[in-house]
């Protein structure tokens, strides 16, 4: 069972919805459980102005027959179920808390309410980093998987259980390790796979290959990587032959485009 009605003795649950990607769920929820308790995770941080769009915490205690919606349609109720028995305001932060990280010189908004991004990013922490990310957090559940995981119709529940061990506490941006840098990077190749998948038609694995092939050949910036995948849906027989002449990536791709279009 995903989730079932707290009792005085267990954990309080609940669910961290992602409110853009489950719009029509967050329509149910605010006209058929009026009743609930929830809070916009943006509130009070540095993305205030975008709070609508951000992920809602629903205390589930105030509306159980949400949990059991929840459980039965994982994938429209797109989301984290939490389980912890600190106090509502500390959870708050320390879910805010997680939002801001650094890697490098470089900050940004950590999106690990999104089941996708999860499936990435708490794969990447070891028992203390865990600890530490989780803190309060006694149980995390959702349903997802990667990005190839969705393209292929195989995401299914998750659960992590929180390892407990004794650690400092989550800093106030937190740095990435090398590890959860990279299975994040792969989290945007995957979904930016995915979302080329869709919009051409083309199988995934078919286009995940592609996107790979580009990358091998140096084509890492994005614009020049989606102008490899365009050109190589409409050459799908041609063989590029490294090393290709050119001083940057677009010079080289707009040569192998050339040879390409000559050779028709």
């Known amino acids: 069972m995903i989730a079932a009605p707290s009792t005085p003795d267990s954990p309080a649950q609940w669910l961290l919805l992602e409110a853009m990607a489950a719009s029509p769920a967050v329509d ?16 009070g941080t540095e993305w205030q102005a975008q709070k609508a769009q951000g992920p809602l915490l629903v205390d589930l205690r105030t509306c159980p027959a949400l949990a059991d919606l929840y ?27 997680m939002l801001t990280v650094t890697f490098g010189l470089h900050r940004a908004m950590l999106s690990y309410f999104n089941p996708n ?84 038609a083309t199988e995934y694995p078919d286009l995940w290959a592609k996107l790979q092939e580009g990358l091998v050949l140096g084509f890492s910036e994005r614009a020049v990587l989606d102008d490899w995948l365009w050109l190589r849906l409409q050459h799908p027989d041609a063989v590029p032959e490294p090393p290709l002449s050119g001083l940057t990536q677009q010079e080289r791709l707009d040569n ?9």
Not at 28 to 43: I, M, P, S
Not at 153 to 177: F, H, I, K, M, Y
């Open 256 to 264: 192998l485009r050339r040879l390409w279009q000559r050779d028709q």
């Open 71 to 97: 459980r039965v349609d994982g994938r429209r109720w797109r989301g984290l179920l939490i389980a912890s028995d600190t106090s509502t305001p500390l959870l708050l932060a320390h879910l805010r808390r």
């Open 117 to 200: 991004t999860a499936s990435y990013f708490f794969d990447a922490c070891d028992a203390a980093e865990l600890s530490r990310w989780l803190g309060p957090i006694s149980q995390l559940r959702w349903f997802g998987g990667t990005w190839a995981d969705r393209a292929i119709g195989c995401e299914g529940w998750q659960r992590l259980q929180n390892p407990g061990l004794t650690v400092r506490s989550l800093a106030v941006e937190e740095d990435l390790s090398a590890g959860q840098q990279e299975k994040l990077q792969l989290c945007l190749l995957e979904q930016h796979a995915w979302c080329w998948s869709r919009s051409t």
């Open 28 to 43: 149910v929820l605010q006209q058929a459980f009026g009743q609930a308790r929830w809070f916009w995770l943006f509130e």
